[in-house]
């Protein structure tokens, strides 16, 4: 299913895309498919079988779900619109209505829907809207392709990597993967911690279950234990009606929490009954409810430490721990750098629609040469910034950040000596001249002192003088 980038570049724009109008409104159908005509296949499907062999065919790139055409209402139409992405998650869907419900635009969004109109729709406006979010996914997936081409031999669900060090994080989330056993994830910040946890989920048997993540460092303490645990109605000023907290929606499915040494002793207390019991109770409710769910937990600090000093419950520690995974920081597995680079220039001159440029090669040495005290995460900004700023096929040297420039023995000689080469000679008597300049400042144009200041002979002092007319 999905955009079949290699093939479809080829095709002129009108033989390339198919949309397809979900609705009972024909004349609307017919006003769309005037407008949509010069640049897709338009269909019209009406009935729940026409629907089914639009979601069944891979060639289907686009849908338009009118909400009131299906069930009894728009709320019929924004289950059956959850369902479709549900089976397609390739496919760009807009939700059109006649009705003026606030709530509507938002429960689409949550539903899978790239786009929202009220009736009646501009379909000119349709057609702008469609053309530039397939040809962005069109991007996206071709992007995708390369990377897969570039990737295959130092890429695991998602990391990417080939050292040793990453080989090691590897055959643990294999080891893990199928298991229900808890994990703990640690590293410094920006290192993937988080892409770790994906491939766990990835590899394991819960990988179409549920996947419910928070960062426990992300809401202000007061609002973790409602996110966490969900509540009643009336459990609280504001509470209106009543809420799932994440625990219950990663039922079957995996729960991650990042940066779990934020939570306060309190929440971890809960935390521990809740992994226990495996059930949780929500705020103002009397009864517990058994929830099946795996916890994946990450934290950029020494969870040891931590309980050491008093400030992580030394039983929770254990519950948690039971199979640790250290994810190595940028500076430890250096030769992962190249292809992680090369990862990062593909897909953002592709998300930036700028043809593919190459990084010249004393940028490499300099990337090697670097720490990465903010690791994976640092070195992607970098390379973004430069797809940016830089107009050729070829990023040089100069479109480094300035900190990486002076850091670096290979930076200072690309700096010196830039790609074009210098005139050896001409530099030499600039050096010559600034020299000179500055001696006889500090001796107040005396030349004898000034030679005796620079080590040389005073009839030496005065030929380079008149050579250099000084």
Not at 70 to 82: M, S
Not at 169 to 184: F, P
Not at 282 to 299: E, M, Q, S, V
Not at 409 to 419: K, N, V
Request: glycine share 6%; hydrophobic share 40%; charged share 25%.
């Amino acid at each position: 299913m999905g955009f079949q980038a290699a093939s479809d570049r080829s095709l002129p724009v009108a033989e390339r895309y198919s949309v397809a109008i979900v609705t009972l409104d024909e004349e609307m159908f017919r006003d769309m498919r005037r407008a949509l005509a010069p640049n897709f296949r338009v269909t019209l499907a009406g009935t729940e079988s026409q629907i089914k062999t639009l979601i069944d065919d891979a060639d289907t790139h686009g849908i338009v779900l009118d909400l009131e055409s299906i069930g009894e209402g728009a709320g019929d139409g924004i289950e059956v619109l959850q369902e479709m992405r549900r089976l397609r998650d390739d496919l760009i869907m807009v939700a059109i209505t006649a009705s003026t419900a606030s709530e509507l635009p938002l429960e689409a969004s949550q539903a899978g829907a790239d786009h929202f109109f009220l009736k009646p729709v501009d379909s000119e406006q349709l057609r702008t809207v469609l053309l530039q979010t397939l040809e962005k996914r069109a991007l996206q997936f071709e992007g995708r392709w390369l990377l897969d081409q570039v990737e295959n031999r130092s890429a695991f669900c998602g990391l990417i990597g080939g050292s040793e060090a990453m080989r090691k994080v590897y055959r643990a989330i294999e080891a893990v993967a199928d298991s229900n056993a808890s994990v703990v994830i640690s590293g410094e910040s920006g290192v993937g911690k988080e892409l770790v946890a994906q491939a766990i989920v990835q590899c394991g048997d819960r990988r179409d279950k549920p996947y419910v993540c928070l960062n426990c460092s992300a809401l202000p303490e007061g609002l973790i234990e409602s996110e966490l645990f969900g509540y009643e109605k009336g459990a609280f000023t504001g509470a209106d009606s009543a809420k799932p907290g994440l625990i219950e929606l990663a039922h079957t499915g995996t729960l991650f929490l990042d940066e779990i040494t934020t939570l306060n002793l309190g929440l971890q207390s809960k935390l521990l009954r809740a992994l226990q019991e495996r059930s949780v109770q929500r705020l103002g409710g009397r009864a517990a409810k058994k929830i099946d769910f795996r916890l994946i937990t990450a934290t950029n600090d020494d969870l040891e430490a931590e309980v050491k000093k008093g400030r992580f419950r030394e039983d929770l520690f254990y519950r948690i721990n039971v199979v640790p995974i250290a994810v190595p920081p940028l500076r430890e597995r250096r030769g992962d750098i190249p292809p992680l680079a090369e990862h990062f220039l593909r897909l953002y001159c592709t998300a930036n629609r700028k043809p593919a440029k190459q990084l010249q090669p004393e940028i490499m040495e300099i990337l090697e040469d670097y720490p990465w005290p903010g690791n994976v995460r640092e070195l992607e900004n970098v390379i973004q910034r430069m797809v940016i700023m830089s107009d050729g096929p070829v990023i040089v040297a100069h479109h480094l950040p300035q900190h990486l420039l002076s850091s670096s023995a290979a930076s200072h000689e690309a700096i010196l000596i830039p790609e074009g080469g210098v005139d050896f000679d001409a530099e030499m008597e600039k050096i010559e001249i600034a020299y000179l300049n500055a001696a006889l400042r500090r001796t107040e144009g005396k030349k004898s002192a000034a030679a005796a200041l620079l080590h040389i002979d005073p009839q030496r002092m005065k030929y380079l003088c008149r050579k250099l007319k000084l």
